[in-house]
């Protein structure tokens, strides 16, 4: 066991903790394999006029929700952050050593023209230890290359995505996003968020995450938010339609290694919103569909429609406990399950929309927002970036659902 | 030599003189003419060897005075040359002809339902209680798209979606449980307008089987599936469209391969009427399609119907043998919106025993590589897949959907809950539970109200089980289970049968 003693951060008292010494990850699919369930809590922040908050913003919210959390994972992607390279993929890579770094660079050399890298920069932090070699590089994808594949670039992107996480043993991308990053580890958010200097990026929208893993040692590939492309996801839950969610995504083509509801859930909405180009409200009317009693009521076209949405998307419905947090180039969503069965609160002030497992994680960094709400079940809570439309969504989509 | 038979009775019946009233109530309900009433003693004298152990008369004595027991004759032990295997001998030494029997294959071959074994919630996740929360079980069959497309439509100061995609016809059904196949003539008009009523009640589907479709049913079309089978029997413009769906049967689980054959006897006249064959002629369907020689012609037959009817959806009735997932995916390639899976397990109301016991493989198998294959091939979503053919609980039904099926079909089930005793004698066309026979004095023993009510309350309480289950696991719809291998586990089946079952063996986690 490792103690750690109770500690300030920002205006918070943190009490102390001892947590089970879980020691140096053997592999970076053990836990794939274990499984993963567990409790947590989670937040985010969405500035919608695009104006940037420093990443301490974030990091003091998760840490006044400390107890959610068991220090086995901590984590938080921040958007908007990297203003000198906006339309680079930015790879944020995790390696066990060495060895994995030097398969890694050389299949991106091969794959990308990378204009930009460098460690990741970090702060010794007590709690913190055995971090993986931490890089990040901003890549480029050549057009000639692209024309040789014959796919589009994001599809580019995401079978890179795939390839290293399957292929190569020790290495994992945290996230390849352009102009976010995913920092995350073992560690207990406001730990993370110190180790990583948050506080030092600025960014339009933020989401945070700390884990509490019942039955596994933590590692820090494991640790959310999980990423693909430009979407991250922070997740409070259990899908207990896993195994159905799984299928279906295999068959349209997903490799899904990591044996977690997040990487379904996030492999979910890039089917909905970038494939299939459904609006971001409709895509979350597909994992958290109404009852059929209710679609019952609705009138004929409506009925229609949502009956349609259910037949065709049932394999994707997400079924069980849930809270996510999904962060987008464009914006944010907060999504609960059908019965709402995890907490999540959302609030508004001025330009800034917010959402959390708990009330005063939003109240730590907004003392009195403009109104705060509980969100219905299945309920998004939709936060836009002015000027930015969700897929196919019209402006005149309403702001938010509440 | 004189006629003489080997085969001693199956059963034994005896009378307990002590108790028997002398009703004659026995000789008056056996189909097959067990009992005959001794006149000078007053006493029925049972006939053993026309027994098949159905229980009519013991059902409706009113002293309980019948016994019906298995005959204790001793035969000279040979796990190989079992009694069974010399009967038939015996029987075939005698007639020279092909054995039959009516209802599923009885052979002690593993029974795979029995060995998987069903999740449930604890803790991490919690488990949903179906008296307080929704519970669904809505079902949709047939052909759905790959993804749905929304336009924005103007509403009131807003806007909202619209379905823009267009959608094929799909069949509503409010629990996963259809009714499969059985033909008016191989069943009387009774158990038909039970199934229809009953069909209609739950919201579900019933299957007229190839016999076509008494005029009596019109009412309930809305809930029924024609079917065009080999013979074509009652098969008219009118007769398509008088259901909400067609199914095409290439093949029965029962008889794979094999034609229909229903005796003379049984076609009176309504059911030649609604055949459209003369009276007391044996009505055969050819053991193929006599246009169908190839899975272009298929795809001919599906588009013919679906021309005829509107495009209603098509379904393709086969039998799960072998091939059964290259066969299936070549049926959704040709158009069929329901692939029907029929197990070596199916009930039937007549087939060569040599079939019915040895050709086929069970449905779980079936269902499970038919399933991958179509996801394998992109196709899943092109066509529904409805199990049967061995589906005998609740419990089948959750797992055979958790293994991929959309919905099962249920038939043996159905005819056990209106008295059934699955006494296999079903060839005879003297059923003494009035089920599976054409006699008026056998047909009116089954009230169809009540028959229907019986069946309502059979699929009721397997819904709500259903419902319990999907509780358990912590989902809230069906579609949830639907194909989740990961929620099951198997209990003593070799390794290989897993893999095929793509379900690990129990005592396995995540
Ligand atoms: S029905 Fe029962 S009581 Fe009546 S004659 Fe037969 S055995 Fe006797
Ligand atoms: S339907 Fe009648 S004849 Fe056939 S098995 Fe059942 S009881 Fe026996």
Redesign the pocket.
């Known amino acids: 066991m490792i103690d750690r003693p109770a500690r300030k951060y920002g205006g918070l008292t943190l009490p102390g903790t001892r947590i089970p010494d879980v020691g140096r990850r053997p592999s970076y699919t053990v836990e794939a394999e274990e499984g993963i369930l567990g409790n947590c809590g989670l937040m985010g922040v969405c500035d919608e006029a695009g104006e940037r908050m420093s990443g301490e913003l974030a990091v003091r919210s998760m840490a006044s929700m400390h107890d959610r959390g068991n220090g086995l994972g901590g984590g938080f992607a921040g958007y908007g952050i990297y203003p000198e390279h906006p339309d680079h993929y930015a790879f944020h890579m995790m390696y066990a050593d060495e060895d994995a770094r030097q398969d890694t660079e050389f299949y991106l050399a091969r794959q990308f023209a990378i204009d930009h890298e460098e460690p990741i920069p970090t702060r010794a932090v007590r709690g913190i230890q055995d971090e993986p070699l931490l890089h990040r590089y901003f890549c480029r994808v050549d057009a000639e290359r692209l024309q040789e594949t014959q796919l589009s670039e994001a599809d580019y992107v995401v079978h890179a995505f795939m390839d290293i996480n399957s292929g190569i043993d020790g290495a994992f991308v945290a996230s390849a996003g352009r102009n976010m990053g995913a920092f995350k580890g073992v560690g207990f958010p406001e730990e993370i968020g110190e180790f990583y200097r948050l506080d030092e990026y600025a960014g339009w929208t933020w989401t945070g995450h700390g884990r509490f893993p019942t039955n596994t040692p933590g590692w820090w590939g494991g640790a959310h938010p999980f990423c693909l492309l430009d979407y991250s996801i922070v997740h409070n839950g259990e899908i207990s339609s896993y195994g159905i969610n799984k299928r279906y995504l295999e068959s349209h083509g997903y490799q899904l290694t990591l044996r977690t509801d997040t990487e379904v859930v996030t492999y979910l909405f890039d089917l909905m919103l970038r494939r299939h180009e459904l609006p971001v409200e409709i895509a979350c009317r597909a994992l958290a569909a109404p009852f059929w009693k209710d679609i019952d009521l609705m009138a004929a076209d409506d009925k229609e429609f949502y009956t349609a949405l259910r037949t065709v998307y049932g394999p994707g419905l997400l079924n069980g406990p849930f809270a996510v947090v999904l962060g987008m180039a464009d914006g944010m969503v907060a999504l609960n399950d059908r019965i709402k069965l995890r907490p999540l609160v959302a609030a508004r002030d001025g330009n800034r929309v917010y959402v959390a497992s708990e009330e005063s994680a939003i109240r730590e960094i907004c003392p009195k927002p403009e109104k705060s709400w509980m969100p219905r079940a299945g309920e998004p809570v939709i936060a836009r970036l002015r000027g930015a439309a969700f897929g196919a969504a019209p402006q005149s989509v309403p702001a938010e659902v509440n | 030599m004189a006629e003489v038979t080997f085969t001693r009775p199956e059963f034994r019946v005896r009378?307990d003189k002590e108790?028997?009233?002398?009703?004659?109530?026995?000789?008056h309900q056996c189909g097959w003419g067990v009992?005959k009433?001794d006149e000078e003693t007053g006493?029925?004298v049972p006939d053993s060897s026309k027994c098949g152990a159905c229980h009519r008369?013991v059902t409706?004595?009113?002293?309980q005075?019948?016994l019906v027991e298995k005959n204790p004759l001793a035969y000279k032990g040979s796990d190989s040359f079992s009694p069974e295997l010399r009967k038939a001998v015996w029987r075939q030494a005698e007639t020279g002809g092909v054995l039959l029997a009516g209802m599923g294959n009885d052979k002690p071959y593993l029974r795979i339902f029995d060995h998987l074994l069903l999740d449930a919630c604890q803790v991490t996740n919690p488990s949903i209680d179906p008296l307080r929360e929704p519970m669904e079980l809505r079902t949709f069959l047939g052909r759905k798209p790959d993804k749905v497309e929304v336009e924005y439509v103007p509403d009131g100061d807003g806007v909202k979606p619209k379905l823009k995609t267009e959608m094929d016809r799909l069949l509503q059904i409010e629990t996963p449980i259809v009714f499969g196949g059985m033909s008016y003539g191989s069943v009387s008009l009774n158990v038909h307008r039970s199934l229809a009523m009953a069909a209609k009640e739950l919201g579900t589907l019933m299957n007229t089987g190839e016999g076509g479709l008494h005029a009596d049913l019109q009412p309930y079309q809305d809930n029924i599936v024609v079917q065009c089978a080999s013979g074509r029997f009652g098969v008219h413009a009118d007769y398509l469209n008088a259901g909400c769906a067609v199914e095409i049967k290439i093949g029965q689980g029962a008889k794979p391969g094999i034609g229909g054959h229903l005796p003379g006897e049984k076609i009176n006249e309504e059911v030649s009427v609604t055949r459209m064959i003369p009276q007391g002629t044996d009505a055969l369907s050819p053991a193929p399609h006599h246009d169908i020689y190839s899975i272009e012609d298929l795809r001919q037959l599906i588009y013919a119907l679906k021309e005829a009817t509107g495009y209603k959806p098509v379904s393709v009735k086969i039998a799960a043998v072998h091939n059964v997932a290259a066969i299936a995916s070549g049926v959704v390639r040709a158009g069929a919106d329901i692939v029907y899976l029929d197990g070596f397990r199916g009930g039937t109301g007549a087939a060569p025993t040599v079939i019915r016991d040895h050709v086929g493989i069970p449905i779980e198998l079936a269902i499970s590589v038919v399933d991958q294959r179509l996801r394998d091939e992109g196709i899943r979503n092109r066509a529904s897949v409805i199990a049967a053919g061995g589906i005998r609980s609740s419990a089948d039904v959750a797992k055979a959907i958790a293994l991929g099926a959309d919905a099962c079909a249920i038939g043996s089930a159905l005819l056990v809950a209106l008295g059934c005793h699955l006494c296999q004698k079903c060839h005879t066309g003297s059923c003494s539970w009035g089920i599976c026979t054409q006699k008026p004095e056998l047909t009116r023993r089954l009230d169809p109200e009540w028959g229907a009510e019986r069946i309502v309350n059979l699929v009721t309480a397997w819904s709500h089980e259903i419902a319990e289950i999907l509780g358990a696991l912590g989902v809230n719809a069906v579609e949830s289970l639907r194909g989740s291998h990961e929620r099951l586990r198997s209990l003593g089946l070799d390794q290989q049968t897993q893999e095929i079952l793509g379900v690990k063996p129990a005592g396995i986690g995540h």
């Open positions: 009378i108790l028997c009233q002398q009703c004659g109530r026995c000789a009992h009433m006493y029925p008369c409706f004595c009113p002293a005075a019948i």
